[in-house]
DNA sequence: AATCCGGGGGG
DNA sequence: CCCCCAGGATT
């Protein structure tokens, strides 16, 4: 969970998942849709799925018990070096180095890296710092120090410097360029495009779809979604749901534009509109069509059977 | 080596 | 608006 995920975010998910799935055989035996239900709201659900091999894998190979090996972890789906150290090293004291965003900050200022720590080559010599720096001693104790500096003393911005007990050492420091550290080359601009979701309801139904394995959300469940037309949206969009869905619609005026969040869906979609929307909405008129402009979404997983036959047209499609 | 996954925190 | 977050897999 802890993956590119702050660990203030994480911390009521871990609370939640480690007491549904207690140990390997309860995660392994877990349907995958349950795992996934868990992890709604936290996003990169590749880790969830990993996950839930991995306790698989654990059982199968390893009788339930989670390897010792480093090369047997780092077999383990969604295990790289970082994590395969950081278990290691905190839970059975193996001297293994950690690198992560606050090691690589620490790190990099400690020593003033020159290079850019977003490259292979940058990476490297991470490694091999922290690799020449974790002691026999209390390796999980030292990596989790180095974390928890790099996250209280010397963050990203603002660094307390006057307060960090290794500043007499820190060669950026001495340089007067803290800040200036870790070099990273400019992140690749993300685009956004504008998409319509479309919430049918019918009696307590909503029609689902489910995603493509080439979009994103792959394999999971959500509002039927499509590109924004850029004119003439009403009989666009109802031509795209009649190819999509095989549903013949008409769609009136659109009156509501807003974010939504599918996260807490129930089935009725005051439900959804009342949980997270923003903008002026009307929960208590039950709309029949609703147009949507996702902003923010999070994603659809619910126990769809019950809408599922609503579905068959678009599942026999894409199956 | 570059790209993708993704919601959310915080300036 | 922006950059980044206790990374890993895929191309």
Same mark, same amino acid.
């Given at each position: 969970?802890?993956?590119?995920?702050?660990?203030?975010?994480?911390?009521?998910? !871990?609370?939640?998942?480690?007491?549904?799935?207690?140990?390997?055989?309860?995660?392994?035996?877990?349907?995958?849709?349950?795992?996934?239900?868990? #992890?709604?709201?936290?996003?990169?659900?590749?880790?969830?799925?990993?996950?839930?091999?991995?306790?698989?894998?654990?059982?199968?190979?390893?009788?339930?018990? !989670?390897?010792?090996?480093?090369?047997?972890?780092?077999?383990?789906?969604?295990?790289?070096?970082? &994590?395969?150290?950081?278990?290691?090293?905190?839970?059975?004291?193996? $001297?293994?180095?950690?690198?992560?965003?606050?090691?690589?900050?620490?790190?990099?200022?400690?020593?003033?890296?020159?290079?850019?720590?977003?490259?292979?080559?940058?990476?490297?010599?991470?490694?091999?710092?922290?690799?020449?720096?974790?002691?026999?001693?209390?390796?999980?104790?030292?990596?989790?120090?180095?974390?928890?500096?790099?996250?209280?003393?010397?963050?990203?911005?603002?660094?307390?410097?006057?307060?960090?007990?290794?500043? $007499? #050492?820190?060669?950026?420091?001495?340089?007067?360029?803290?800040?200036?550290?870790?070099?990273?080359?400019?992140?690749?601009?993300?685009? !956004?495009?504008?998409?319509?979701?479309?919430?049918?309801?019918?009696?307590?139904?909503?029609?689902?779809?489910?995603?493509?394995?080439?979009?994103?959300?792959?394999?999971?469940?959500?509002?039927?979604?499509?590109?924004?037309?850029? $004119?003439?949206?009403?009989?666009?969009?109802?031509?795209?749901?009649?190819?999509?869905?095989?549903?013949?619609?008409?769609?009136?005026?659109?009156?509501?534009?807003?974010?939504?969040?599918?996260?807490?869906?129930?089935?009725?979609?005051?439900?959804?509109?009342? &949980?997270?929307?923003?903008?002026?909405?009307?929960?208590?008129?039950?709309?029949? #069509?609703?147009?949507?402009?996702?902003?923010?979404? !999070?994603?659809?997983?619910?126990?769809?059977?019950?809408?599922?036959?609503?579905?068959?047209?678009?599942?026999?499609?894409?199956?």
């Amino acid at each position: 969970m802890l993956q590119q995920t702050q660990v203030a975010t994480v911390v009521p998910y !871990f609370s939640r998942f480690v007491e549904q799935f207690p140990d390997a055989h309860t995660l392994a035996q877990a349907p995958l849709e349950q795992v996934l239900r868990a #992890w709604e709201g936290l996003g990169y659900y590749r880790r969830a799925r990993q996950l839930h091999q991995a306790a698989q894998m654990i059982v199968r190979d390893h009788g339930g018990e !989670f390897p010792q090996d480093i090369d047997a972890v780092r077999r383990l789906p969604g295990i790289g070096r970082y &994590t395969a150290g950081a278990v290691l090293s905190i839970a059975l004291n193996q $001297r293994h180095p950690v690198v992560e965003a606050n090691t690589i900050r620490v790190l990099s200022r400690l020593f003033a890296v020159a290079i850019d720590v977003g490259k292979e080559s940058g990476r490297r010599t991470l490694w091999s710092l922290a690799e020449q720096l974790v002691p026999a001693a209390r390796p999980g104790d030292f990596n989790q120090a180095l974390m928890e500096l790099g996250g209280t003393i010397c963050k990203r911005r603002d660094p307390n410097c006057e307060n960090c007990p290794i500043s $007499r #050492w820190c060669r950026a420091a001495q340089l007067r360029q803290v800040e200036r550290f870790p070099r990273k080359s400019p992140r690749a601009k993300v685009t !956004f495009q504008q998409e319509v979701a479309v919430v049918v309801q019918r009696q307590r139904s909503v029609v689902l779809r489910r995603c493509g394995p080439d979009e994103r959300w792959a394999g999971m469940w959500d509002f039927p979604r499509y590109r924004r037309p850029e $004119r003439n949206v009403e009989s666009a969009l109802a031509e795209m749901i009649r190819a999509d869905l095989g549903l013949s619609v008409q769609l009136h005026s659109l009156p509501w534009r807003f974010k939504y969040s599918v996260t807490r869906y129930r089935i009725d979609l005051t439900t959804v509109a009342s &949980t997270r929307c923003r903008g002026r909405i009307k929960t208590s008129s039950p709309a029949k #069509w609703v147009k949507i402009e996702e902003m923010e979404t !999070f994603p659809l997983n619910v126990s769809a059977r019950r809408v599922a036959r609503q579905l068959r047209l678009s599942q026999r499609k894409l199956n």
